[in-house]
């Protein structure tokens, strides 16, 4: 299924094969939280911006329009017109994030609804139950996002609930994909790896996964507190003891910079509401760095967001334009600059593949942060 192409240091450029196409990695997913991606982006936009995957999230589709529902309109894929490969997340980050609203025990979390207040129960069955409703093409196991500076013996117990819970996971996906009926019976399973910033905790954790042969493994609850640096040195030293031909996904993270060096560590899946959620707000990714487009520099400026760039907006918009439209508060705008950094940031991706292919990743990448950072 995952097909390592070539290697640089620890970089790797490789292909997972799915039932709904091949992916090329390193990835960057799309996120598109409740089957669209914020900003008025369609399934066109997403083809002509190089999407590979789109992402999509277990807890809100579940909570609207209702797993059931996409099931009987047969799945994500039909549900918004996307043929290419979805991940869809376990719920178990935005379970988390509620963290007035629930309860958690052996069995699962007791949670209400952030939308109607209802009560609701979920734990790695009615997780794997959700996913295969919707179908997608890879589903996350479920487990506690723990906070980075939580307390070492919370996380321990944790973390050891997380590996029972994937344990469960596993046991119903496969009976999920040998029942009749059911919409993708080749739906991959990827665990995720906890332990907050304790490196032993992680590696421990990952060594356990490891053993049962999953379809790939994530680094879950980096991005949530921690500075850079730890990041890095957990990314570093986890890595190495999972599986070493499956992918490798850290989840939720992030930035150009975040993304290269994750890279250089090994990774090979990635997803972030950064340039979704900075576009909505006009602030845009270039190679020479972030610029904002509400700032008062930019209003007879014609150039295209960045020279060059052969994204929808670039191709035809002046950046006065663009910014006219946001402080009008336009969705044009919103749209436009959303188009624009998704674009960015798989074009950035298309380039980490192509650098990986020749062998000269590291001089790409101290390139492109320079230029960044400029």
Request: proline share 3%; net charge neutral.
């Amino acid at each position: 299924m995952y097909h390592l192409l070539k290697q640089e240091g620890r970089a790797r450029r490789g292909e997972l094969t799915t039932v709904h196409g091949v992916i090329q990695t390193p990835v960057f997913m799309n996120v598109g939280t409740v089957a669209a991606i914020k900003g008025a982006v369609s399934t066109e936009d997403l083809e002509q911006i190089k999407t590979q995957v789109q992402l999509s999230n277990t807890y809100h589709l579940h909570v609207r329009p209702g797993d059931e529902i996409v099931r009987k309109l047969g799945g994500l894929h039909k549900f918004m017109s996307w043929d290419k490969p979805i991940l869809t997340d376990s719920g178990g980050f935005q379970v988390f994030s509620l963290a007035g609203l629930r309860q958690i025990k052996e069995e699962g979390v007791y949670f209400h609804s952030h939308i109607d207040g209802r009560k609701i129960f979920m734990g790695p069955e009615e997780s794997m139950q959700i996913q295969s409703n919707l179908a997608s093409t890879i589903a996350m196991a479920f487990d506690e996002c723990i906070p980075s500076r939580a307390d070492r013996s919370y996380v321990q117990a944790s973390v050891a609930r997380t590996y029972r819970w994937l344990v469960r996971c596993r046991k119903e996906i496969e009976r999920l994909n040998s029942l009749e009926g059911t919409i993708n019976p080749g739906q991959l399973l990827f665990g995720i790896n906890q332990g907050a910033v304790f490196e032993d905790i992680r590696i421990e954790h990952a060594r356990q996964i490891a053993e049962l042969e999953l379809d790939g493994y994530a680094l879950g609850g980096l991005a949530v507190g921690e500075s850079h640096e730890e990041m890095y040195h957990i990314i570093e030293e986890t890595v190495p003891h999972l599986p070493g031909d499956k992918p490798v996904y850290l989840m939720g993270v992030g930035t150009p910079a975040n993304i290269l060096e994750a890279v250089e560590r090994g990774v090979d899946f990635f997803d972030c509401v950064y340039p979704s959620r900075n576009g909505r707000h006009g602030h845009l990714y270039t190679n020479h760095g972030k610029i904002n487009l509400f700032n008062a520099q930019y209003e007879l400026d014609v150039r295209p967001i960045e020279e060059g760039c052969k994204c929808p907006a670039c191709r035809r918009y002046s950046r006065a334009y663009i910014r006219h439209l946001l402080k009008a508060k336009e969705m044009l705008g919103m749209r436009l600059c959303v188009l624009h950094n998704l674009y960015f940031y798989n074009t950035m991706m298309e380039e980490i593949r192509n650098a990986l292919d020749e062998g000269s990743f590291s001089t790409y990448k101290k390139r492109k942060l320079s230029g960044m950072e400029g």
